[in-house]
């Protein structure tokens, strides 16, 4: 996409081998050095979130919802 710049960073189904505290870290390093503007989550439990917003400010969230 060869992209400097993103408005809004929302992984789906974030890696469930990788601590969410960590995939903030992460996210609020692109957000300081300017190449994301905001971060979220879709699809994302209030069990994961909770840790998530322990680390930073999420943007925007979509709740975790399956139809079964």
Same mark, same amino acid.
Do not use: C, W
């Given at each position: 996409?060869?992209?400097?710049?993103? +408005?809004? @960073?929302?992984?789906?189904?974030?890696?469930?081998?990788?601590?969410?505290?960590?995939?903030?870290?992460?996210?609020? *390093? @692109? %957000? $300081?050095? !300017? %190449?994301? +503007? =905001?971060? !979220?989550? =879709? +699809?994302? =439990?209030? *069990?994961?979130?909770?840790? $998530?917003?322990? /680390? !930073?400010? /999420?943007?925007?969230?979509?709740? *975790?919802?399956? $139809?079964?």
């Amino acid at each position: 996409m060869r992209l400097e710049h993103v +408005d809004l @960073f929302y992984p789906h189904q974030p890696d469930q081998d990788v601590p969410v505290e960590n995939l903030m870290q992460t996210l609020l *390093a @692109f %957000k $300081a050095e !300017g %190449k994301i +503007d =905001s971060m !979220g989550f =879709s +699809d994302i =439990s209030p *069990a994961t979130l909770r840790p $998530a917003t322990a /680390v !930073g400010t /999420v943007d925007t969230r979509n709740q *975790a919802y399956h $139809a079964t």
